[in-house]
Protein backbone atom coordinates (compact mmCIF):
# COMPACT_ATOMS: atom_id res chain seq x y z
CA UNK A 1 0.00 0.00 0.00
CA UNK A 2 0.53 3.71 -0.62
CA UNK A 3 2.60 5.47 2.54
CA UNK A 4 -0.16 8.34 2.10
CA UNK A 5 -2.78 5.13 2.90
CA UNK A 6 -1.34 3.98 6.03
CA UNK A 7 -0.74 7.80 7.00
CA UNK A 8 -4.63 8.48 6.88
CA UNK A 9 -5.52 5.03 8.48
CA UNK A 10 -3.29 5.83 11.71
CA UNK A 11 -4.77 9.64 11.30
CA UNK A 12 -8.08 8.31 11.08
CA UNK A 13 -7.41 5.57 14.52
CA UNK A 14 -5.81 8.33 15.93
CA UNK A 15 -8.94 10.54 15.89
CA UNK A 16 -11.19 7.92 16.39
CA UNK A 17 -9.19 6.99 20.00
CA UNK A 18 -9.06 10.93 21.41
CA UNK A 19 -12.93 10.94 21.04
CA UNK A 20 -13.30 13.01 17.62
CA UNK A 21 -15.95 12.11 14.64
CA UNK A 22 -15.05 11.37 11.81
CA UNK A 23 -15.30 9.46 8.28
CA UNK A 24 -13.31 7.55 6.14
CA UNK A 25 -13.71 8.47 2.13
CA UNK A 26 -13.23 6.04 -0.38
CA UNK A 27 -12.40 6.40 -4.12
CA UNK A 28 -14.55 2.88 -5.33
CA UNK A 29 -15.45 3.84 -8.66
CA UNK A 30 -14.44 6.08 -11.92
CA UNK A 31 -15.30 6.97 -15.33
CA UNK A 32 -13.10 8.45 -17.66
CA UNK A 33 -10.06 10.50 -16.43
CA UNK A 34 -10.07 11.08 -12.74
CA UNK A 35 -7.41 13.07 -10.21
CA UNK A 36 -7.04 9.92 -7.65
CA UNK A 37 -7.54 6.17 -8.82
CA UNK A 38 -10.12 3.57 -7.33
CA UNK A 39 -8.44 3.22 -3.88
CA UNK A 40 -7.48 6.56 -2.96
CA UNK A 41 -8.37 7.13 0.69
CA UNK A 42 -9.15 10.47 2.42
CA UNK A 43 -10.34 10.96 6.23
CA UNK A 44 -12.04 13.80 7.22
CA UNK A 45 -12.84 14.78 10.71
CA UNK A 46 -16.04 17.18 11.96
CA UNK A 47 -14.65 20.11 12.07
CA UNK A 48 -13.42 19.91 8.35
CA UNK A 49 -9.49 18.72 9.07
CA UNK A 50 -8.26 16.56 6.69
CA UNK A 51 -5.83 13.60 5.25
CA UNK A 52 -5.41 11.77 2.40
CA UNK A 53 -7.10 12.95 -1.31
CA UNK A 54 -9.37 11.89 -3.42
CA UNK A 55 -8.75 14.88 -6.21
CA UNK A 56 -6.63 17.81 -7.04
CA UNK A 57 -8.97 19.56 -4.15
CA UNK A 58 -12.39 20.57 -5.79
CA UNK A 59 -14.04 17.69 -4.23
CA UNK A 60 -12.25 17.90 -0.67
CA UNK A 61 -13.86 21.19 -0.43
CA UNK A 62 -17.35 20.06 -1.49
CA UNK A 63 -17.04 17.39 1.61
CA UNK A 64 -15.91 19.44 4.00
CA UNK A 65 -18.59 22.42 3.67
CA UNK A 66 -20.93 19.32 3.67
CA UNK A 67 -19.87 18.08 6.78
CA UNK A 68 -19.32 21.42 8.82
CA UNK A 69 -21.80 23.65 7.41
CA UNK A 70 -24.94 21.66 6.00
CA UNK A 71 -24.91 17.82 6.49
CA UNK A 72 -22.78 16.81 9.01
CA UNK A 73 -20.58 13.43 9.48
CA UNK A 74 -22.79 10.82 8.00
CA UNK A 75 -24.28 8.37 10.84
CA UNK A 76 -23.72 5.14 8.33
CA UNK A 77 -21.77 4.54 5.27
CA UNK A 78 -22.98 6.00 2.29
CA UNK A 79 -22.46 6.55 -1.82
CA UNK A 80 -21.65 9.72 -3.17
CA UNK A 81 -20.98 10.65 -7.18
CA UNK A 82 -19.20 13.63 -8.63
CA UNK A 83 -19.75 14.70 -12.18
CA UNK A 84 -22.62 13.27 -13.14
CA UNK A 85 -23.70 16.08 -15.44
CA UNK A 86 -21.62 18.47 -17.01
CA UNK A 87 -21.66 21.68 -15.31
CA UNK A 88 -21.00 19.42 -12.15
CA UNK A 89 -18.03 17.75 -13.97
CA UNK A 90 -16.73 21.16 -14.60
CA UNK A 91 -16.98 22.61 -11.38
CA UNK A 92 -15.15 19.41 -9.64
CA UNK A 93 -11.92 19.73 -12.33
CA UNK A 94 -13.27 16.39 -14.38
CA UNK A 95 -13.34 16.22 -17.94
CA UNK A 96 -16.33 15.48 -20.26
CA UNK A 97 -18.03 12.61 -19.39
CA UNK A 98 -16.06 12.33 -16.04
CA UNK A 99 -17.58 10.58 -12.98
CA UNK A 100 -16.56 9.58 -9.43
CA UNK A 101 -18.04 7.66 -7.22
CA UNK A 102 -16.62 7.81 -2.80
CA UNK A 103 -17.75 5.77 -0.13
CA UNK A 104 -17.83 7.96 3.20
CA UNK A 105 -17.87 5.29 6.28
CA UNK A 106 -18.14 6.92 9.64
CA UNK A 107 -15.00 5.71 12.01
CA UNK A 108 -16.43 3.31 14.87
CA UNK A 109 -15.38 0.49 16.62
CA UNK A 110 -17.23 -1.30 14.67
CA UNK A 111 -14.16 0.23 11.42
CA UNK A 112 -11.52 -2.13 13.47
CA UNK A 113 -8.87 0.09 12.01
CA UNK A 114 -6.61 -0.81 15.44
CA UNK A 115 -6.59 -4.84 13.94
CA UNK A 116 -6.26 -3.52 10.57
CA UNK A 117 -3.01 -1.38 11.12
CA UNK A 118 -1.63 -4.16 13.28
CA UNK A 119 -1.82 -6.53 10.58
CA UNK A 120 0.18 -3.71 8.31
CA UNK A 121 2.48 -3.28 11.02
CA UNK A 122 3.17 -6.98 10.80
CA UNK A 123 3.46 -7.25 7.31
CA UNK A 124 0.64 -9.30 6.47
CA UNK A 125 -1.98 -8.58 3.32
CA UNK A 126 -4.92 -7.97 4.52
CA UNK A 127 -8.73 -7.45 2.58
CA UNK A 128 -10.98 -5.57 4.35
CA UNK A 129 -14.91 -5.85 3.39
CA UNK A 130 -17.21 -3.18 4.24
CA UNK A 131 -21.05 -3.89 3.56
CA UNK A 132 -23.27 -0.47 3.59
CA UNK A 133 -26.52 -1.80 4.13
CA UNK A 134 -25.35 -3.58 7.81
CA UNK A 135 -21.97 -1.41 8.16
CA UNK A 136 -20.01 -5.25 9.20
CA UNK A 137 -16.67 -4.85 8.44
CA UNK A 138 -14.43 -8.42 8.07
CA UNK A 139 -10.81 -8.49 7.61
CA UNK A 140 -9.62 -11.93 6.19
CA UNK A 141 -5.59 -12.20 5.57
CA UNK A 142 -4.86 -12.97 2.28
CA UNK A 143 -1.65 -14.44 -0.18
CA UNK A 144 -3.52 -12.34 -2.89
CA UNK A 145 -6.11 -10.67 -4.15
CA UNK A 146 -7.93 -7.68 -6.29
CA UNK A 147 -7.10 -4.15 -4.95
CA UNK A 148 -10.50 -3.33 -4.90
CA UNK A 149 -14.14 -4.49 -6.00
CA UNK A 150 -17.24 -2.70 -4.91
CA UNK A 151 -20.89 -3.84 -6.02
CA UNK A 152 -22.95 -1.42 -4.88
CA UNK A 153 -23.49 -2.28 -1.33
CA UNK A 154 -20.02 -4.32 -0.42
CA UNK A 155 -16.71 -2.85 -0.39
CA UNK A 156 -13.79 -5.45 -0.85
CA UNK A 157 -10.14 -3.19 -0.37
CA UNK A 158 -6.47 -5.08 -0.58
CA UNK A 159 -4.43 -3.79 1.96
CA UNK A 160 -0.72 -4.58 2.29
CA UNK A 161 3.07 -3.49 3.40
CA UNK A 162 4.40 -0.63 2.23
CA UNK A 163 6.56 -0.58 -1.15
CA UNK A 164 10.17 -1.60 -0.22
CA UNK A 165 13.65 -0.14 -1.80
CA UNK A 166 16.87 -1.82 -0.96
CA UNK A 167 19.88 0.64 -2.05
CA UNK A 168 22.94 -0.81 -2.21
CA UNK A 169 25.46 2.10 -1.14
CA UNK A 170 25.57 4.65 1.17
CA UNK A 171 27.09 7.91 -0.99
CA UNK A 172 25.54 11.13 -2.01
CA UNK A 173 23.46 9.57 -4.35
CA UNK A 174 21.85 6.94 -2.13
CA UNK A 175 21.62 9.90 0.09
CA UNK A 176 19.19 11.94 -2.47
CA UNK A 177 17.19 8.75 -3.63
CA UNK A 178 16.13 7.96 -0.23
CA UNK A 179 14.87 11.01 0.06
CA UNK A 180 12.63 10.90 -2.58
CA UNK A 181 11.62 7.49 -2.34
CA UNK A 182 10.87 8.43 1.58
CA UNK A 183 8.50 11.06 0.02
CA UNK A 184 6.82 8.41 -2.57
CA UNK A 185 5.98 6.30 -0.02
CA UNK A 186 8.70 3.27 0.41
CA UNK A 187 10.04 1.84 2.67
CA UNK A 188 14.17 2.81 2.48
CA UNK A 189 16.73 0.32 3.34
CA UNK A 190 20.20 1.66 2.85
CA UNK A 191 23.13 -1.61 2.70
CA UNK A 192 26.83 -0.41 2.95
CA UNK A 193 29.39 -2.73 4.85
CA UNK A 194 32.28 0.05 3.96
CA UNK A 195 32.65 1.98 7.19
CA UNK A 196 33.62 5.20 5.51
CA UNK A 197 30.45 5.58 3.90
CA UNK A 198 27.70 3.65 6.89
CA UNK A 199 29.31 5.70 9.79
CA UNK A 200 28.59 9.06 7.66
CA UNK A 201 24.64 8.09 7.20
CA UNK A 202 22.13 9.77 8.92
CA UNK A 203 19.21 9.86 6.65
CA UNK A 204 16.10 10.07 8.78
CA UNK A 205 13.56 7.81 7.95
CA UNK A 206 15.64 5.19 6.23
CA UNK A 207 16.86 1.40 7.92
CA UNK A 208 21.25 1.36 7.43
CA UNK A 209 22.66 -2.47 7.42
CA UNK A 210 26.21 -3.08 7.42
CA UNK A 211 25.78 -6.88 6.51
CA UNK A 212 27.01 -7.80 2.69
CA UNK A 213 24.69 -7.15 0.20
CA UNK A 214 23.66 -10.67 -0.81
CA UNK A 215 22.99 -11.87 2.57
CA UNK A 216 20.75 -8.55 3.01
CA UNK A 217 19.03 -9.41 0.01
CA UNK A 218 18.38 -13.11 0.83
CA UNK A 219 17.25 -11.91 4.44
CA UNK A 220 14.82 -9.33 3.07
CA UNK A 221 12.98 -12.52 0.36
CA UNK A 222 12.05 -9.48 -2.29
CA UNK A 223 8.63 -10.10 -3.62
CA UNK A 224 6.98 -7.95 -6.24
CA UNK A 225 6.39 -4.71 -4.35
CA UNK A 226 10.46 -4.85 -3.81
CA UNK A 227 12.88 -2.58 -6.07
CA UNK A 228 16.95 -2.84 -5.67
CA UNK A 229 19.04 -0.66 -6.76
CA UNK A 230 23.21 -0.97 -6.84
CA UNK A 231 25.27 2.38 -6.42
CA UNK A 232 28.12 1.82 -5.52
CA UNK A 233 30.50 1.45 -8.72
CA UNK A 234 31.90 -1.81 -6.97
CA UNK A 235 31.29 -5.16 -8.57
CA UNK A 236 32.51 -7.28 -5.29
CA UNK A 237 29.42 -5.28 -3.59
CA UNK A 238 26.88 -4.46 -6.56
CA UNK A 239 27.49 -7.70 -8.36
CA UNK A 240 26.92 -9.73 -4.92
CA UNK A 241 23.26 -7.92 -4.65
CA UNK A 242 22.37 -8.29 -8.39
CA UNK A 243 22.75 -11.80 -8.69
CA UNK A 244 20.48 -12.46 -5.38
CA UNK A 245 17.59 -9.90 -6.61
CA UNK A 246 17.15 -10.62 -10.03
CA UNK A 247 16.20 -14.48 -8.77
CA UNK A 248 13.09 -12.97 -7.06
CA UNK A 249 10.17 -11.68 -7.69
CA UNK A 250 11.43 -7.47 -7.48
CA UNK A 251 9.86 -5.25 -9.54
CA UNK A 252 12.41 -3.46 -10.15
CA UNK A 253 16.50 -4.20 -10.10
CA UNK A 254 18.36 -1.75 -11.64
CA UNK A 255 22.46 -0.91 -11.54
CA UNK A 256 24.18 2.60 -11.55
CA UNK A 257 26.98 3.16 -14.38
CA UNK A 258 27.67 3.32 -18.20
CA UNK A 259 25.85 0.92 -20.78
CA UNK A 260 29.39 -0.45 -21.32
CA UNK A 261 30.11 -1.36 -17.18
CA UNK A 262 26.33 -2.85 -17.34
CA UNK A 263 26.98 -4.55 -20.63
CA UNK A 264 30.02 -6.36 -18.64
CA UNK A 265 28.20 -7.12 -15.40
CA UNK A 266 25.63 -8.63 -17.27
CA UNK A 267 27.80 -11.12 -19.02
CA UNK A 268 29.33 -11.62 -15.15
CA UNK A 269 25.75 -12.61 -13.61
CA UNK A 270 25.78 -14.90 -16.42
CA UNK A 271 28.41 -17.36 -14.62
CA UNK A 272 26.81 -16.49 -11.75
CA UNK A 273 23.69 -18.41 -12.48
CA UNK A 274 21.50 -15.70 -13.70
CA UNK A 275 19.62 -16.41 -16.55
CA UNK A 276 19.71 -14.27 -19.85
CA UNK A 277 16.24 -12.98 -19.28
CA UNK A 278 17.08 -11.92 -15.63
CA UNK A 279 20.38 -10.50 -16.74
CA UNK A 280 17.96 -8.41 -19.41
CA UNK A 281 15.57 -7.50 -16.64
CA UNK A 282 17.78 -5.70 -15.02
CA UNK A 283 17.68 -2.11 -15.72
CA UNK A 284 21.33 -0.77 -16.16
CA UNK A 285 22.37 2.15 -16.70
CA UNK A 286 19.22 2.93 -13.96
CA UNK A 287 17.25 5.93 -15.02
CA UNK A 288 15.58 7.14 -17.32
CA UNK A 289 17.98 9.46 -19.65
CA UNK A 290 16.71 13.12 -18.70
CA UNK A 291 20.77 14.31 -19.24
CA UNK A 292 21.20 14.35 -15.80
CA UNK A 293 24.44 15.12 -14.41
CA UNK A 294 24.27 16.08 -10.40
CA UNK A 295 23.75 13.57 -7.83
CA UNK A 296 20.02 15.45 -7.11
CA UNK A 297 19.19 15.02 -10.98
CA UNK A 298 20.25 11.75 -11.28
CA UNK A 299 18.32 10.96 -8.44
CA UNK A 300 15.28 11.96 -9.93
CA UNK A 301 16.01 10.28 -13.56
CA UNK A 302 16.04 6.63 -10.90
CA UNK A 303 13.13 7.36 -8.99
CA UNK A 304 11.06 8.10 -12.66
CA UNK A 305 12.15 5.27 -13.73
CA UNK A 306 11.20 3.50 -10.24
CA UNK A 307 7.75 5.16 -10.69
CA UNK A 308 7.27 3.61 -14.23
CA UNK A 309 7.79 0.17 -13.01
CA UNK A 310 5.89 0.22 -9.96
CA UNK A 311 2.88 1.48 -12.43
CA UNK A 312 3.90 -1.47 -14.64
CA UNK A 313 5.16 0.71 -17.77
CA UNK A 314 8.78 0.24 -19.39
CA UNK A 315 10.24 1.51 -22.48
CA UNK A 316 10.74 -0.30 -25.13
CA UNK A 317 9.76 -4.30 -25.55
CA UNK A 318 10.29 -5.72 -22.13
CA UNK A 319 11.37 -9.11 -21.17
CA UNK A 320 8.26 -10.01 -18.84
CA UNK A 321 8.84 -12.13 -16.05
CA UNK A 322 6.69 -14.87 -15.41
CA UNK A 323 3.60 -13.72 -12.91
CA UNK A 324 4.24 -14.88 -9.10
CA UNK A 325 1.76 -14.71 -6.25
CA UNK A 326 1.96 -12.33 -3.80
CA UNK A 327 2.67 -13.90 -0.40
CA UNK A 328 3.09 -11.79 2.74
CA UNK A 329 0.67 -13.89 4.98
CA UNK A 330 1.13 -17.74 5.76
CA UNK A 331 0.43 -20.48 2.98
CA UNK A 332 -2.58 -21.48 4.62
CA UNK A 333 -4.07 -17.79 4.30
CA UNK A 334 -6.79 -17.88 1.47
CA UNK A 335 -6.62 -15.94 -2.02
CA UNK A 336 -9.18 -13.04 -1.52
CA UNK A 337 -11.12 -11.07 -4.15
Not at 35 to 49: C, F, N
Not at 205 to 231: F, N
Request: neutral net charge; aromatic residues 4%; glycine residues 8%.
Amino acid sequence: MEGLDLEVLRKAQSWHHSGRQAVLVTVVRTWGSSPRPPGSLLVLRDDGHAVGSVSGGCIEDDLIDRIVNKEGLPTRPQLVQYGVGAEEARRFGLPCGGRMELVLEPITAASRLDELIEHLQNGRLVERTLTLASRAVTLTECRQGKELAFDGNTLKQLFGPQYRLLLIGAGQLAQQLARVALALGFAVTVCDPRTEYSEEWNEAGTTLTRDMPDDVVIAMKPDSRTAVIALTHDPKLDDLALMEALKTPAFYVAALGSRRNNSARRKRLLEFGVSQAQAEFMSGPAGLDIGSRTPSEIAVSIAAELVARKNGIRAGTPVQRKPQTLQFASDEAPACG
